[in-house]
């Protein structure tokens, strides 16, 4: 298996689990504003994991060019 699909398995499984906890937050189970706080930071890591993982599968693209 080559390193973008790799890399796009990954990014698969990250939107799995941010949609997941997106649709927690919309149902209204949170009980607390300690919990929404948590879940808010848990997509917001997630975003983030998702941009660094972009950026890694751009450099290896590029460097394949060469």
Known sequence: MDAN???????????????????????GRVTDHAEYRHICGVIRGLGHADGFINDLAKKLEFSDDD
């Open 5 to 27: 699909r790799v890399l796009q398995h990954v990014r698969n499984e990250l939107e799995k689990i941010s949609q997941e906890q997106i649709v927690f937050l919309a149902s």
